[in-house]
């Protein structure tokens, strides 16, 4: 019923010209795998050649962050607006510029709000650091990241949940299938069908993230709650990629 997603995260890798090249040379066989959706972030100077470059394919383009106001004086940032027609996604509240943009939870929310006025399909990532999860504080992070994300927010139908463990990025230290099942599937999911009714909760996407690759996604999505990954370091890698997609293909029987 939900449809898996793979989306990479490319964060600040690939000038322009070695964005296209990669899009060019993984389109054709990530385009036969149509079962998922696939969704590349590119940096936001390569998105326009990204887009252009998988015209007349469904492989989705997102950037990787959007700013919190419609316009005004924000040197260096990129508002809502300005992302349309270059991008289909937006992933929102990454860990990283929660943690070096300095990105609130409100701010969270006000980008996704700007995100959807915009026609724009919010990921938003959530998820503890490594501080609160030893202090048995993961639940109630994550609990407050969602809740504080999705404030004012009625319809959840353009939305996409990422859980990423902040401890599991890019350190090749992954959380358990049964860790991340347990957030997603007993947190994330739980707090949807409280706010948005069940059926709702059980038609939204929610990815894991966090140092997924080709050889331990099997099993990340083999849990029932988990539809997909948002991917970094693997992303940056053609076969990988293509094995992620192909392996989220395999695991949810969609051949
Ligand atoms: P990673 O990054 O796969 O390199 O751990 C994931 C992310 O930050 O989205």
Request: negative net charge; proline residues 4%; charged residues 20%.
């Amino acid at each position: 019923m939900r449809i898996p997603m793979m989306a990479g995260n490319w964060k600040m890798n690939k000038t322009p010209a070695e964005a296209v090249e990669f899009v060019n040379t993984i389109k054709d066989e990530l385009q036969r795998l149509s079962q998922i959706e696939r969704v590349v972030c590119p940096p936001y100077v390569a998105l326009a050649g990204v887009k252009q470059a998988l015209a007349g394919t469904d492989i989705g383009v997102g950037a990787q962050d959007v700013h919190a106001e419609e316009s005004g004086a924000y040197t260096s940032s990129v508002a809502a607006n300005m992302l349309v027609g270059l991008a289909d996604y937006v992933i929102i509240g990454h860990s990283e510029t929660r943690q070096y943009l300095g990105v609130t939870d409100a701010d969270v929310n006000k980008k996704t709000k700007l995100a959807l006025k915009y026609g724009l399909k919010p990921i938003v990532a959530i998820g503890e650091t490594l501080e609160q999860n030893e202090l048995g504080q993961t639940t109630v992070v994550c609990d407050r990241q969602l809740r504080a994300a999705l404030e004012g927010i009625t319809d959840l139908q353009n939305i996409v949940i990422a859980y990423e463990p902040v401890w599991a990025i890019g350190t090749g230290r992954t959380a358990t299938p049964e860790q991340a099942q347990a957030i997603i599937g007993g947190v994330v999911r739980p707090v949807l069908a409280e706010l948005y009714g069940e059926a709702v909760a059980q038609a939204t996407r929610i990815l894991y993230g966090g140092s997924m690759n080709p050889a331990n996604c099997a099993d990340l999505m083999k849990q029932p709650d988990i539809d997909g990954g948002l991917i970094g370091g693997a992303s940056l890698k053609v076969n990988d990629f293509i094995a992620l997609t192909r392996i989220a293909i395999e695991v949810k029987a969609l051949f």
